[in-house]
């Protein structure tokens, strides 16, 4: 039997997205986008376009710069204006698929939607056939399936298919599911469920007890053929299944599995890394396969062990998901040539101008400190790629702080390019000080929920990598920057997550968990 291949299915910009504090602009969606293809999955699913002009514009620009490398997908609720909106979003992608869910469990026909198990089957097989008359690859979702009644979710899968779904999806929408029961289930509707063969079965699972992944991996084995994941697992509550961890389990035990992806793994490592950057959500040092420790021996007797043979505790090589410490570092008279390999051999692709920009700021670096490490590069790389075009910007600031002085902060943006009066403000310390200033000069109240400071390499001259999360009128943002100078770090993270809230102001939303589902 020869290894069979398993669709890979990014929801990062969709279920990732909906991950409070990780939302993102258009031109950041694009940048995520960018990098899925070059990974090579096989489905990205853009957005949720009924869910505001945001959503339906990224979804239609991902679908016209990259329908034509990767299938695009948007979601819809089981309503006509959502599947038509679907409809609008993707009419420039070249490949493309209208994803519609509508909950089948009981819990959720009660109490949610207050829809007995016939109006269900009614609304789905109307919804699919709906989707289907606009574009012939359709998925399906009965979410919260992992919670639903089998003889139901079978009925539902069936009736489903017949309306024209090409890809029924099993959602175990609240991280219910241990990796025996998903199995059970997966396997049950392959048995069950007449028409099955007609269409892939996708699993899509939640990680609210750590299951995510052994759940997707369950599923493959049962005959899942499609898992639906995203970069860091990110997503709603304790996320979705990692896609670094699902494609490295089933490349790792191929043996096993007998089953590949066609992601290029060694583009594991800029993909976790530039997702990280834009959403601000940091990855957990142990993370598996992208943490900073996955690759880390530090104990004697492994590296006693990995000086004979590294397979003794290595299953992955660094090297294959793209982890390329070459302990090499440069200096103020490394040249361009020489960055310019550097960051081609840590996996990046940059745009001419966007080269040429990251070496700038890599001769002033390069001024401030005298080694460059790759983590160095790395951030600055990562500024170059995840740059948008923020509405305010910092012309300049000052601050103050130390004893028996009052802390304060002044700062100097402009809105648009337009510079606007500087403002000042006092604080607990200069940090609060310069927070305090900006909120006022761009007449914003957050509240700060989360402040972190790391070094992004070793010694005193190291850069400071600052994580801000604020919360503005009960909506989370975050914000990220990196400097030598930790308040200049703490100042642009925090103007980084101000200018979220700021294009968040108007936003008209509709909630993905809506009730509403009758037009
Ligand atoms: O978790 C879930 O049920 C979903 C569906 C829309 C697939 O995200
Ligand atoms: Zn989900």
Redesign the pocket.
């Known amino acids: 039997m020869s290894t069979e291949m398993i669709k890979i299915f990014d929801?990062t910009l969709r279920?990732g997205e909906q991950s409070p504090g990780c939302s993102m602009n258009t031109s950041e969606k694009l940048q995520v986008a960018g990098i899925l293809v070059d990974l090579g999955v096989d489905v990205i699913e853009a957005g949720f376009p009924i869910a505001s002009p945001g959503d339906f514009e990224a979804v239609k620009q991902v679908g016209r710069q990259f329908g034509d490398r990767a299938i695009i997908c948007g979601?819809a609720r089981c309503l006509p204006a959502d599947i038509d909106k679907v409809r609008d979003a993707l009419v420039d992608a070249e490949k493309k698929r209208i994803?519609v869910?509508l909950a089948t469990s009981s819990i959720h026909r009660e109490f949610k939607l207050k829809m007995d198990k016939n109006q269900i089957v009614k609304t789905a097989v109307e919804m699919v056939q709906r989707a289907a008359g606009y574009c012939d690859d359709v998925e399906f979702?009965p979410?919260?399936a992992a919670r639903t009644e089998l003889d139901f979710l079978c009925e539902v899968v069936e009736k489903a298919i017949a309306a024209g779904a090409t890809t029924v999806?099993i959602?175990d929408?609240v991280g219910y599911a241990t990796p025996t029961h998903y199995f059970k289930v997966i396997r049950h509707l392959k048995d069950n469920v007449p028409n099955i063969a007609k269409a892939v079965i996708s699993c899509?699972c939640?990680n609210d007890l750590g299951l995510a992944v052994a759940n997707s991996l369950s599923a493959v084995e049962a005959g899942a053929r499609q898992v639906?994941c995203t970069i860091n697992g990110l997503g709603e509550r304790a996320g979705n299944a990692a896609l670094e961890e699902v494609v490295m389990a089933l490349r790792t035990r191929q043996d096993y599995y007998d089953c590949d992806t066609r992601i290029n793994t060694k583009k594991l490592y800029p993909a976790s890394h530039l997702v990280s950057s834009i959403t601000g959500m940091t990855v957990q040092r142990n993370k598996a396969i992208v943490g900073q420790n996955a690759f880390a021996h530090e104990a004697g007797i492994h590296q006693h062990g990995m000086l004979q043979e590294r397979t003794t505790y290595e299953i992955m090589r660094p090297e294959d998901v793209g982890f390329r410490g070459t302990n090499l570092v440069l200096g103020k008279h490394s040249g361009r040539h020489a960055f310019k390999d550097r960051v081609s051999q840590l996996g990046f692709n940059l745009e001419d101008d966007a080269l040429q920009n990251a070496f700038k700021d890599f001769i002033i670096l390069a001024d401030k400190k005298k080694t460059i490490y790759d983590a160095d590069i790395v951030a600055l790389v990562e500024h170059r790629l995840v740059e948008t075009a923020d509405r305010w910007t910092m012309r300049s600031f000052h601050a103050i702080g130390g004893t028996n002085v009052i802390p304060s902060a002044t700062v100097a943006l402009s809105c648009e390019d337009q510079a606007v009066p500087s403002d000042a403000a006092t604080g607990d310390g200069p940090i609060d000080a310069v927070f305090n200033a900006l909120e006022r000069t761009i007449g914003i109240e957050a509240r700060l929920d989360e402040y972190q400071v790391r070094s992004v390499s070793s010694g005193k001259d190291a850069q400071g990598e600052v994580m801000v999360e604020i919360n503005v009128n009960g909506k989370v943002y975050h914000g990220k920057a990196v400097s030598t100078d930790v308040i200049d770090a703490s100042a642009h993270a925090y103007l980084k997550a101000l200018n979220r809230a700021d294009a968040d102001r108007d936003a008209p939303v509709v909630e993905f968990g809506s009730t509403e589902l009758v037009p």
Do not use: A
């Open positions: 929801t279920d979601l994803h869910f979702s979410e919260d999806n959602p929408t899509h939640h639906e």
